[in-house]
């Protein structure tokens, strides 16, 4: 059984900073690609960050220059740190990770961004 597991999240003041983890249950680099989407309430998921087995990068334009997702593959786990927080990144934070055409997702951390 495949496990993404998230932690990090809470709450912070605005400009603030905070890094994530989702660790796997197994080699985090068997995935094709690990990725973060995020969820606020009474919206939709939308995509933050993601990352290949090659270890390239995106990210939303939203997110570019303050959001960096990285990895250890010895720990099997996966980063998203977030600086300069804004109340609009509010939201539960999920891993996801695809092995083939099987998704995978963690239960979410939730980040809350006070004004």
């Known amino acids: 059984q495949v496990r993404l597991v998230e932690s990090g999240g809470g709450l912070v003041q605005s400009g603030g900073s905070l890094k994530l983890s989702c660790t796997a249950s197994?080699?985090?680099?068997?995935?094709?690609?690990v990725a973060w989407y995020r969820q606020a309430p009474g919206k939709e998921r939308e995509l933050v960050a993601s990352?290949?087995?090659?270890?390239?990068?995106d990210y939303r334009d939203s997110v570019k220059g303050r959001f960096t997702m990285s990895r250890d593959i010895r720990k099997n786990t996966v980063y998203l740190q977030m600086n300069s927080l804004t109340p609009e990144d509010t939201a539960v934070y999920y891993c996801?990770?695809?092995?083939?055409?099987?998704?995978?997702r963690g239960q979410g951390t939730q980040v809350t961004v006070s004004s």
């Open positions: 996801n990770g695809y092995l083939g055409t099987v998704e995978y």
């Open positions: 197994g080699s985090i680099s068997s995935f094709k690609v």
């Open positions: 990352m290949t087995a090659g270890g390239s990068t």
